[in-house]
C-alpha cells in the first residue's frame, strides 16, 4: 500500500482521469488480459453454454462468502478486528475461492464531486462520529499497519484485491447500493432505477468507473450491475410505472453497457426482481411485460459470452426439499438445462447470496442442507451470507453483531465450527473449480 501522499494524490487522480478517459486509461488492459491468460486466475473468463470458463478451456465456480464494503464506512467491514490477509486466509482455508465484494455507488459519486477519494480516517468519523470515529479507525491501523492516514477507501479495496490475487481467491465485485447503507428495502430510496437515491446516469457512471479501476486487480473476474432489485414502495410513480421486465431489460442494456465498455474482460452478472428472486423471463424467453421485446443476445452484441445470471434465496422456513429445489429450478437454475425445450437461453447461474443463523443448529435444518446438495448437484456456484460477525454500523447501530457471520463478532475464529466443517467445506469442495 502506498504510503507516500503525494503518491496517494496521483494514483487517485489517475484512476479518475482513467474514468473519464477510458482511451487514455493508464492500466492497458490488453497487456493485463495477456499477463492473466498465462497464470491465475486464467482470465479473462467467458461463458460457454452452462459453465464459466477460463482460457485454459477449464471450468470456473465460484464457492464463496459475501464481504460487504457498502455500508457507511464504504470499506469492507470488520479491518478494526482482522488485517486484510487474515480475512482472506480464513476464507481461503476451508476451500472457498471467491468473494462478493460489495460497494455502494455513493464512494464513486463523492470522487467526482470532490476530485479525489475520500480518507479512510476521515470516512470513519464520518460514518461513527466524532468519537466512535476515530477509535475505530485506530483500530483499524493497529490490524492493518500498511496504512495511514493518506489511505483512501479504494485503496482498501485495492489492498483486497492483491490479496486476493496472493491468494488465489477470485473477485466478484458487486453494486449492493446507491446510497451506502444497510439494504434491503422497498423503501430505502435505493429500490429501483429512478428511485430517490437510485439516479440511473451515477450508476452506470459508478460501474464503469469500478470495472475501469479494476483492470489493475488480476482477481477481479466479474461484476454485478446491481444487489436484489425490488418494487420501490416509498415513490407509487415509479412503482407502478416502472417496475416492470421491460423497464428492467432497458436498463440492464445500460448497465452491461457500461461495464464491458470499460472493461471488456470482466463476466457481468445479472439480477432480477422480487429482491433478485427470479430471473425467469430471461431464462424462458418470454416476453418483458408489459412490452413484446424478448431476451436477445443480439442486443449485447460482442459481449453475449460475458453474461451470468443470479438469484438469491432466503425460504429458511422451508419443510420439503423437493420444494426448494423445484422453487431454485424455476426460479432460474433451469438455466444450466439445454436440455429443457422451456428453457430458449442457457446461461451460468449462481445463487449469490443465501444464509441462516450460525448460532444454533439451522445449518442441520431442511433449508441449509437442501441448499448445500442442490447446489453440489448442479455444480453451481455460490456466495453465502456473509463472512462478516459484525458490522461498523448497521442500520444506525454501531458495531452491530451480525448472527448470521461465518465468523464471530471479533473475526478471531468461525462463529461455528461445527456447519464449518460439517456443511461448509464439504460444500466447497463439492463444487469450487479454478
Same mark, same amino acid.
Given at each position: 500500500?502506498?504510503? =507516500? ?22 492500466? =492497458? ?50 479491518? $478494526?478486528?482482522?488485517?486484510? /490477509? ?21 464512494? &464513486? ?68 447500493? =446507491? ?72 436498463? &440492464? ?30 431464462? $424462458? ?29 432466503? $425460504? ?47 445449518? $442441520? ?5 437442501? &441448499?448445500? =446438495?442442490?447446489?453440489? /448437484? ?23 453483531? /451480525? ?32
Amino acid at each position: 500500500m502506498l504510503n =507516500s501522499a503525494l503518491r496517494s494524490s496521483l494514483v487517485s487522480l489517475l484512476a479518475l482521469s482513467g474514468s473519464l478517459f477510458s482511451s487514455c486509461s493508464w492500466a =492497458s488492459p490488453v497487456k493485463l488480459h495477456n499477463e492473466r491468460a498465462d497464470s491465475w486466475p486464467f482470465g479473462p473468463l467467458v461463458t460457454s453454454g452452462r459453465d464459466m470458463k477460463n482460457t485454459q478451456g477449464g471450468n470456473v465456480v465460484y464457492a464463496g462468502t459475501n464481504w460487504p464494503g457498502h455500508g457507511e464506512v464504504m470499506i469492507p467491514d470488520g479491518l $478494526q478486528y482482522s488485517s486484510i /490477509e487474515g480475512v482472506i486466509s480464513k476464507i481461503k482455508s476451508v476451500g472457498m475461492n471467491a468473494i462478493r465484494l460489495t460497494y455502494a455507488i455513493q464512494m &464513486i459519486d463523492e470522487i467526482y464531486s470532490n476530485g479525489k477519494d475520500t480518507t479512510v480516517k476521515d470516512s470513519f468519523t464520518k460514518a461513527l462520529g466524532s468519537t466512535n470515529g476515530p477509535r475505530v479507525y485506530s483500530q483499524f491501523l493497529a490490524k492493518n499497519p500498511q496504512f495511514n492516514d493518506t489511505t483512501t477507501r479504494l485503496q482498501v479495496f485495492d489492498a483486497v484485491a492483491a490479496e486476493c490475487l496472493k491468494q488465489k481467491v477470485f473477485v466478484h465485485l458487486d453494486n449492493h447500493m =446507491s446510497k451506502a447503507a444497510w439494504c434491503c428495502s422497498t423503501n430505502d430510496g435505493n429500490s429501483w432505477f429512478g428511485d430517490r437515491d437510485y439516479n440511473v446516469d451515477n450508476w452506470t457512471r459508478g460501474l464503469s468507473y469500478m470495472a475501469n479501476h479494476g483492470k489493475s486487480w488480476p482477481a477481479l473476474t466479474s461484476m454485478s450491475l446491481r444487489n436484489e432489485l425490488r418494487k420501490p414502495d416509498s415513490n407509487p410513480t415509479l412503482s407502478s410505472q416502472s417496475y416492470n421486465w421491460r423497464d428492467w431489460y432497458t436498463n &440492464i442494456k445500460k448497465g452491461t453497457s457500461a461495464i464491458n465498455t470499460a472493461n471488456p474482460g470482466l463476466l457481468i452478472f445479472l439480477s432480477g426482481l422480487d429482491f433478485d428472486t427470479y430471473v425467469t423471463p430471461v431464462v $424462458q424467453g418470454t416476453a418483458m411485460t408489459p412490452g413484446s421485446g424478448k431476451y436477445s443476445a443480439a442486443d449485447f452484441a460482442g459481449y453475449a459470452d460475458k453474461l451470468v445470471l443470479e438469484i438469491h434465496n432466503y $425460504q429458511n422456513s422451508a419443510t420439503n426439499c423437493n420444494s426448494l429445489k423445484s422453487s431454485l429450478y424455476n426460479s432460474g437454475f433451469q438455466a444450466l438445462h439445454a436440455d429443457d425445450a422451456k428453457a430458449l437461453n442457457v446461461f451460468p447461474v449462481l445463487l449469490t447470496e443465501f444464509g441462516f443463523d450460525m448460532t444454533g443448529s439451522a445449518w $442441520q435444518g431442511t433449508y441449509a442442507t437442501c &441448499i448445500a =446438495s442442490y447446489l453440489a /448437484e448442479q455444480k453451481a456456484g455460490w456466495f453465502i451470507w456473509v463472512v462478516s460477525g459484525s458490522y461498523y454500523v448497521r442500520s444506525g447501530t454501531q458495531d452491530f453483531e /451480525e448472527t448470521w457471520g461465518l465468523l464471530k463478532h471479533d473475526y478471531s475464529d468461525w462463529r461455528s465450527k461445527a456447519y464449518i466443517d460439517g456443511g461448509l467445506k464439504p460444500l466447497a469442495a463439492a463444487t469450487a473449480q479454478g
